[in-house]
């Protein structure tokens, strides 16, 4: 019985048009009938999420930790919870228990760097990150945050560099990676490479949507920077006109 209650809670749950109020007397009909089952608390705690009762759904969560460990998408879901609180102190550790419990599992790599770099722990980011594009190399825009941290944070523009190249070799439509690559070409002195960069930037945007693309004043900043150390003085003052 606990079962069918938990089966049709749960298509209301996670149905197209969720239908809380017909989901959570079904779920906690299914625990109440056999609460030893972790799943009906994660259900519980899925509905309570939504319902945005997040006091309940966290309790519901760690009771279900409780009653199975191993399941590294239940501290997941913790951790949102203490981020949403905006503890993500408590967030960070959630996040690295998942980890430790089932370390090939990629979500929780990806909710971790993202946490750690809201939380300004720039130093902890790079190998975490690096892990998540290694478990979900197909998680393009993952592969162009990387490149930007290197460049704007990390400094480690030879690495930055690398990577970059590599993903325009697969996604030449990723525009930003000019950005970056600019950046650390300029930073490691190869101007030419990095004036060609911002070319690159600058026909991208101009052919793509304006909409959705943008230029930034750094980025006739570094143009002009790279023009100069190229002796190219009236292309120079027409980028830093530009900024």
């Not at 409780?66 to 960070?92: C, F, H, Q």
């Not at 945050?145 to 996604?171: H, M, P």
């Not at 304006?210 to 100069?228: F, Q, V």
């Amino acid at each position: 019985k606990a079962g069918i209650h938990a089966l049709a809670g749960r298509a209301y749950l996670y149905g197209r048009n969720p239908l809380l109020e017909k989901a959570l007397p079904l779920l906690e009909k299914a625990r109440d009938l056999d609460p030893k089952q972790a799943k009906y608390w994660i259900y519980l705690g899925d509905a309570y999420y939504q319902k945005k009762d997040l006091g309940q759904a966290m309790t519901a969560y760690e009771t279900a930790v409780e009653k199975d460990k191993s399941d590294p998408e239940t501290y997941v879901k913790m951790a949102r919870i203490w981020a949403e609180g905006k503890n993500l102190d408590l967030a960070i550790q959630q996040l690295e228990t998942a980890i430790e419990t089932s370390p090939g599992y990629a979500i929780a790599y990806k909710e971790l760097y993202e946490m750690l770099i809201r939380a300004r722990k720039f130093d902890k980011v790079v190998p975490v990150l690096e892990k998540y594009v290694s478990l979900a190399g197909t998680d393009v825009d993952a592969r162009v945050r990387l490149v930007k941290f290197l460049s704007y944070q990390a400094k480690d523009y030879q690495r930055a560099i690398v990577e970059g190249n590599k993903i325009l070799e697969t996604y030449p439509d990723q525009y930003t990676i000019h950005r970056w690559l600019a950046w650390s070409y300029y930073e490691t002195g190869e101007f030419n490479n990095s004036l060609q960069s911002s070319y690159r930037l600058f026909g991208a945007v101009e052919k793509g949507d304006t909409a959705t693309m943008r230029l930034y004043p750094s980025d006739y900043e570094y143009a002009g920077k790279a023009a100069i150390k190229l002796k190219l003085k009236d292309t120079a003052d027409a980028f830093f006109e530009q900024v």
